[in-house]
């Protein structure tokens, strides 16, 4: 699969991993029982959260910096990132005794930004990250170096393919995380050359859909990010440099949903106890919403990262276990009389479903007089065990109210209120 005219091959791969090898090292390939499971063949996961500053972007930034000049060195370097690519140049120019400047998005990761200025680089915060570091390298002579339109940041990042080629050589798909393509493109580039038969699939956000779309359409296309979990991968264009390797190497680029991201985070803190960012969990996401298609060999997924911040990781956890089926929200009407509520908890513990909060609603809703509201968080086995809960409250005399409902909640009111021609449901304030 290799050119000779391409500015990445394996022989660049190669010396690329003797440079890095003081500053990144390599990370562990992981079975996953859960994850094979779903697939049908074995899954492992090469987790690059526990590489040095929680991310694979060390590599490209080792294989940079160590091939800068002496001069350019001692002028020191500066990079654009929303936090792992900053953290990487900044551990590796600390390393070197190189001065360090990163620009940053406002409203970029509390965590990231700490974590950055934690390897003494100058963080800067900015509006337009990439066309301010720019500028700021030509005014004071810095070298620039770019989170993945570089063949040398390529190179560093292709490295992981070694390593999987080297742990699993029979290995028969690969799933990896697609922002700008450095990573992807890295590894395709890595992993075709020495196993032509492998299918390398790249994953992104659906709220960050540039290289998917351009990679269907033929030809680099500029498509501004949504906000997204996955910010590492928020990306509005593929770089010169990636897009005719990923064109070249990949075998396809799907999307996936904010809703899936959360999901996949949350079941990698569950299931394989990893704390891993939106970005890094796209592949499982992808293979949990059932778009990698089935393979007879192993299947690696490339967890990119995982410096996630925690009020972000708690949310974020919350959230995916509503959309996995682990949560349940029930509003429901009641009678205001003594013992109603007791009896509602009662119907609920004859399920086993765990009680995480009750709220009794009264004053300051739109509830006509002799009437209530409960609001319940119920924490469920799955999916089936949420139906057995509703299948209780029916056969307890309440019914389900056909209303629009979010993922994970349900609304009911005793039977009794929706006999009759008038809908009462209003009445019983829960639209």
């Known amino acids: 699969m290799e050119e000779a005219t391409s500015p990445v091959d394996l022989s660049s791969i190669r010396?690329?991993?003797?440079?890095?090898?003081?500053?990144?090292?390599?990370?562990?390939?992981?079975?996953?029982?859960?994850?094979?499971?779903?697939?049908?063949?074995?899954?492992?996961?090469?987790?690059?959260?526990?590489?040095?500053?929680?991310?694979?972007?060390?590599?490209?930034?080792?294989?940079?910096?160590?091939?800068?000049?002496?001069?350019?060195?001692?002028?020191?370097?500066?990079a654009a990132s929303a936090g792992n690519h900053g953290q990487g140049v900044a551990v590796v120019a600390d390393g070197m005794?190189?001065?360090?400047?990163?620009?940053?998005?406002?409203?970029?990761?509390?965590?990231?930004?700490?974590?950055?200025?934690?390897?003494?680089?100058?963080?800067?915060?900015?509006?337009e990250p990439l066309s301010h570091a720019r500028t700021l390298a030509k005014e004071k002579g810095l070298s620039f170096i770019h989170p993945f339109d570089d063949p040398a940041v390529i190179a560093g990042q292709g490295t992981i393919g070694l390593e999987i080629i080297e742990k699993l050589p029979d290995i028969e798909q690969v799933i990896v995380p697609v922002g700008g393509g450095g990573l992807a493109a890295g590894i395709a580039v890595a992993v075709k050359s020495l196993r032509p038969q492998a299918r390398?699939?790249?994953?992104?956000?659906?709220?960050?859909?540039?290289?998917?779309?351009?990679?269907?359409?033929?030809?680099?296309?500029?498509?501004?990010?949504?906000?997204?979990?996955?910010?590492?991968?928020?990306v509005a264009a593929p770089g010169e440099v990636t897009f005719p390797l990923l064109r070249q190497y990949l075998d396809d680029i799907v999307v996936i949903s904010e809703d899936v991201i959360a999901q996949a985070i949350a079941l990698l803190?569950?299931?394989?106890?990893?704390?891993?960012?939106?970005?890094?969990?796209?592949?499982?996401?992808?293979?949990?919403?059932?778009?990698?298609?089935?393979?007879?060999?192993?299947?690696?997924?490339?967890?990119?990262?995982?410096?996630?911040?925690?009020?972000?990781?708690?949310?974020?956890?919350?959230h995916g276990l509503v959309h996995a089926g682990r949560y349940l929200s029930l509003n429901i009407g009641l009678a205001d009389r003594p013992g109603q509520l007791a009896h509602l908890l009662a119907i609920i513990a004859a399920t086993e479903a765990n009680v995480l909060e009750v709220q009794h609603h009264r004053l300051g809703e739109r509830l006509p007089i002799g009437r209530v509201r409960a609001t319940l968080l119920l924490e469920v086995r799955d999916t089936q065990h949420s139906h057995e809960v509703s299948s209780a409250l029916e056969g307890a005399g309440y019914a389900r109210v056909p209303l629009e409902e979010p993922p994970g909640q349900r609304q009911f009111v005793p039977r009794s209120w929706l006999q009759g021609d008038e809908d009462e449901t209003e009445g019983a304030g829960l639209r």
């Open 15 to 78: 010396q690329a991993q003797q440079r890095i090898s003081g500053f990144a090292r390599p990370t562990p390939i992981i079975s996953s029982r859960y994850l094979s499971h779903l697939a049908g063949s074995p899954v492992y996961l090469k987790v690059e959260a526990l590489q040095r500053t929680g991310s694979f972007k060390v590599r490209g930034a080792a294989n940079k910096l160590a091939l800068l000049s002496e001069a350019e060195r001692r002028r020191g370097v500066i």
């Open 200 to 234: 390398i699939i790249g994953v992104q956000a659906a709220a960050a859909p540039a290289i998917a779309r351009s990679f269907r359409d033929g030809r680099p296309l500029v498509v501004p990010p949504h906000p997204t979990i996955a910010d590492g991968v928020a």
């Open 269 to 318: 803190l569950e299931r394989a106890k990893l704390v891993v960012e939106g970005a890094g969990a796209l592949g499982v996401a992808a293979l949990v919403d059932g778009q990698i298609p089935a393979a007879k060999g192993p299947t690696v997924i490339v967890i990119s990262g995982g410096n996630i911040d925690i009020p972000l990781l708690a949310r974020t956890a919350e």
């Open 97 to 127: 005794d190189v001065s360090c400047t990163v620009i940053m998005p406002k409203g970029a990761s509390v965590a990231k930004v700490q974590a950055t200025r934690g390897y003494h680089a100058e963080v800067v915060l900015h509006e």
